[in-house]
């Protein structure tokens, strides 16, 4: 069974610096979706960035990026100019499209992320 | 467009009792997942509908079940309601049952079972 690891309870960083949250995971498939979900205090979770287990270039959104490092199953998020919006708890999440799996995400326990000024 | 709408936003129960959370996904969606968010476990993902079919369920005992409509919405349902029950029921639409779709989540219904 998959699984994801996200060994950081609680981060704080203070505005405009940079923080990296880090997440690992087990699996035996080839192919698989990663991905960094934001939950701020009291809204929605939405969709930070993905990563596609066949791609080796590390994606990119914006002030978010990550570091996919395939073989050793680690997918960290680097938070560039920290800014008082990214306090929220982030969540690592894990995706294997087979039959049997279908879209269902595997989450890690998240790291609640503080931003002060 | 609108978002992803769940109903009711708050629920309080009894043990024992039975409850029905509604999901209504964004406008042309008809993938629907659910996911129960407590503080000790986390986020489980529960089941995932697609044109109206279940295409896979979680590690829940059957007294979880759910269902999806014709128009996308989908429904679940939790009998003989238990403590552990309670918690953070979220719902993910996105428009096709696909790896590269966004999964956007509503804000949840959050079940208190007394």
């Known amino acids: 069974a998959q699984t994801v690891t996200q060994s950081q309870p609680e981060m704080s960083v203070q505005e405009a610096e940079t923080v990296t949250l880090s997440c690992t995971y087990d699996t035996s498939e080839n192919n698989y979706y990663l991905f960094w979900y934001k939950q701020p205090p009291s809204r929605q979770m939405i969709l930070v960035i993905r990563q596609e287990a066949y791609k080796q270039q590390n994606a990119t959104e914006n002030r978010f990026s990550v570091n996919f490092q395939k073989a050793a199953k680690s997918f960290s998020l680097k938070i560039s100019d920290s800014q008082l919006g990214d306090t929220a708890m982030y969540f690592c999440?894990?995706?294997?499209?087979?039959?049997?799996?279908?879209?269902?995400?595997?989450f890690g326990k998240g790291t609640t992320l503080s931003v002060s000024s | 467009k609108a978002g992803v709408t769940q109903t009711p936003r708050y629920l309080i129960k009894t043990r024992g009792q039975q409850v029905t959370l509604s999901c209504s996904p964004i406008?042309?969606?008809?993938?629907v997942s659910w996911y129960q968010q407590t503080p000790g476990q986390g986020l489980q993902f529960l089941f995932e509908y697609f044109s109206e079919t279940q295409r896979n369920k979680g590690n829940f005992p059957g007294r979880f079940s759910g269902r999806q409509f014709s128009n996308s919405r989908s429904e679940m349902n939790v009998s003989t309601l238990e403590l552990g029950d309670s918690a953070l029921y979220l719902c993910?639409?996105?428009?096709?049952?696909?790896?590269?779709?966004?999964?956007?989540f509503g804000p949840g219904t959050r079940l208190t079972v007394l």
């Open positions: 406008s042309g969606h008809r993938s």
């Open positions: 999440a894990f995706m294997s499209p087979t039959n049997q799996a279908g879209t269902a995400l595997i």
């Open positions: 993910a639409s996105s428009r096709q049952a696909d790896p590269t779709d966004t999964q956007y």
